[in-house]
T-cell receptor, first 112, second 115 residues
Framework: QKEVEQDPGPLSVPEGAIVSLNCTYS??????FMWYRQYSRKGPELLMY????GNKEDGRFTAQVDKSSKYISLFIRDSQPSDSATYLC????????????FGRGTQLTVWP | SAVISQKPSRDICQRGTSLTIQCQVD?????MFWYRQQPGQSLTLIAT???????TYESGFVIDKFPISRPNLTFSTLTVSNMSPEDSSIYLC????WGRGTEAFFGQGTRLTVV
């Protein structure tokens, strides 16, 4: 069993839709959770960063962490064609500085 | 965040040859890492590049195949040795900064094709 599971999609939605992206994990030691956005032929770009359980909002993006269920989510409101990218969830124990465990990434297309 | 420059951005190489990828950061960073991203797969950590000492390799990766150097706090290289088509992948340099250590920042990647 992989430590981090993420449905690779692809996911295709119309502009303005609410997008929900999810990951599950098996290691209860994970405490820090991140979402990266990766455009084609580019490196991953840090989008959201959350510590432990709870919600964090940044503009149109909301990250949720439920440690009891080992489940994290990223919501994108009012999705735009420029949001079309691959979204990677990542997490770490925190004791290993910068060493991340990634999901496979979900490919998202927002069509106008 | 840090600005990370990775070279080359892409290359096509003959099997049996070696390629060295460079990673330059614009500020001193605590940790540097090398990841591999194969199509449809999650980013996989190859090794942690340690400044002034041997890199720490993850299970399944060995120094003879992926020698790594880190002569200072802002520069590292990854060599992919004796390449085969199975080494075709994207290789990514990542850094962590003290005080923001649970986050990691990435270079733009090196797209390697072995023919």
């Amino acid at each position: 069993q992989k430590e981090v599971e993420q449905d690779p999609g692809p996911l295709s939605v119309p502009e303005g839709a609410i997008v929900s992206l999810n990951c599950t994990y098996s290691n209860s030691a994970f405490q820090y959770f991140m979402w990266y956005r990766q455009y084609s032929r580019k490196g991953p770009e840090l989008l959201m960063y959350t510590y432990s359980s709870g919600n964090k909002e940044d503009g149109r993006f909301t990250a949720q962490v439920d440690k009891s269920s080992k489940y994290i989510s990223l919501f994108i409101r009012d999705s735009q064609p420029s949001d079309s990218a691959t979204y990677l969830c990542a997490m770490t124990r925190g004791s290993t500085l910068g060493r991340l465990y990634f999901g496979r990434g979900t490919q998202l297309t927002v069509w106008p | 965040s840090a600005v990370i420059s990775q070279k080359p951005s892409r290359d096509i190489c003959q099997r049996g040859t070696s390629l060295t990828i460079q990673c330059q950061v614009d500020s001193q960073v605590t940790m540097m890492f090398w990841y591999r991203q194969q199509p449809g797969q999650s980013l996989t950590l190859i090794a942690t590049a340690n400044q002034g000492s041997e890199a720490t390799y993850e299970s399944g990766f060995v120094i003879d195949k992926f020698p790594i150097s880190r002569p200072n706090l802002t520069f590292s290289t990854l060599t992919v040795s004796n390449m085969s088509p199975e080494d075709s992948s994207i290789y990514l340099c990542s850094v962590a900064i003290w005080g923001r250590g649970t986050e990691a920042f990435f270079g733009q990647g090196t797209r390697l094709t072995v023919v």
